[in-house]
């Protein structure tokens, strides 16, 4: 980290730990739309943002890009308390279990796959979260770094996807883990993955107690009010998406793929009940939403929560200010409720 991220990182710190009423002077006026306001330390967020003139990752070339999504998480995220954390290789791939803190025996798993757009992102952009849902949940985390795109294209993230979770299903023991209590999950692209081997795993049989999906990219041929709404200024743009489709799904025919895009699955049965999250200033809200429509539909038990004042990207905000972080404390006694023993 350089002098200046250094000097951004510390100042964005002292600015999200300000008084509401202070960060609602600076951020300037409130932000009010589709009936939703925005809160006022994600507003001054993006407002120090603006001023420091970060470039969007989606503005860069994808090497430059990845770098920056890590720098700018590991601002947000900061150190979170952790029992232990250690890496292994899941079915050749890069893998991270965490593990909370005064746990001696058995715990729920959760099976974690990032977000960033199939392109960025990996075990670092989302350690800062993935300890705080380990902890706040009581449960093992396992993160898997997946193949990133255009290196790799479609279908290969959903293949790694699904081949870690078929080997965490046979492995679970060697994991400290009850079988019986496994959950899968992931924020954006990752909740797309997660979604997908949910149903993989219905379909296969597979155990599973238990998905989390944190506002998911459901539909890549996405046409929705959301995306008209929030597609300039709040995190996530519309060209970072269409960045996005390029990268990892170029042929547009590919885009409606059931493996692409969940939203136009037909949802197996025995599917594990879901607890899909979006954000109300978030491009990716109302598909997201969407899919929890056609899983209740399809008489999949879920629970649907809307943090109405909350951007996408909330989720690795956990280290500055504090709405960001209590939506994400929100999360992790969800994914516990989700991960309770059966009596």
């Given amino acids: 980290m350089t002098i200046k991220d250094r000097a951004e990182a510390t100042l964005l710190l002292a600015a999200m730990a300000l008084p509401e009423a202070v960060q609602r002077r600076l951020a300037g006026k409130p932000v009010t739309i589709d009936g939703q306001t925005l809160a006022a330390d994600v507003q001054l967020m993006l407002r120090l943002q603006k001023v420091a003139r970060m470039p969007g990752a989606e503005t ?36 991270r279990l965490y593990t909370p803190r005064g746990v001696t025996g058995p715990t729920g798993l959760l099976v974690f796959f990032h977000g960033g757009g199939f392109m960025y992102g990996g075990l670092d952009s989302h350690d800062a979260s993935c300890r705080v849902l380990a902890e706040g949940a009581g449960c093992r985390v396992l993160a898997i770094d997946y193949r990133l795109a255009p290196e790799h294209r479609f279908p290969a993230a959903y293949d790694d996807a699904v081949t870690a979770y078929r080997w965490v299903a046979k492995n679970a023991d060697s994991l400290g883990v009850d079988v019986d209590r496994i959950a899968v999950g992931g924020d954006s692209a990752g909740g797309n993955l997660a979604a997908g081997v949910a149903a993989a795993a219905a379909r296969e049989g597979l155990p599973l107690a238990f998905q989390l999906l944190v506002y998911p990219a459901t539909d890549s041929a996405r046409a929705t009010r959301s995306l008209e709404l929030f597609s300039e200024g709040f995190y996530l743009t519309k060209a970072f998406m269409d960045l996005a489709n390029a990268s990892y799904l170029p042929d547009p025919a590919e885009r409606l793929d059931p493996r692409a895009s969940p939203f136009h699955d037909d949802i197996p049965d025995g599917l594990a009940p879901a607890y899909v999250v979006t954000a109300g200033f978030d491009p990716l809200r109302d598909e997201g939403e969407a899919y929890s429509r056609a899983l209740a539909a399809a008489g999949v038990r879920v629970e649907l929560r809307r943090f109405p004042d909350q951007i996408h990207g909330f989720f690795n905000v956990v280290g500055v200010g504090r709405t960001s972080r209590a939506a994400v404390d929100e999360i992790a006694v969800a994914l516990k409720a989700g991960l309770a023993p059966s009596l």
Avoid: C, F, N, W
């Fill in 60 to 95: 860069l070339p994808i090497p430059a890009g990845r770098v920056v999504i890590d720098r700018t998480t590991a601002a947000t995220g900061r150190t979170q308390p952790i029992g232990s954390v250690r890496d292994l290789p899941v079915e050749g791939l890069p893998a």
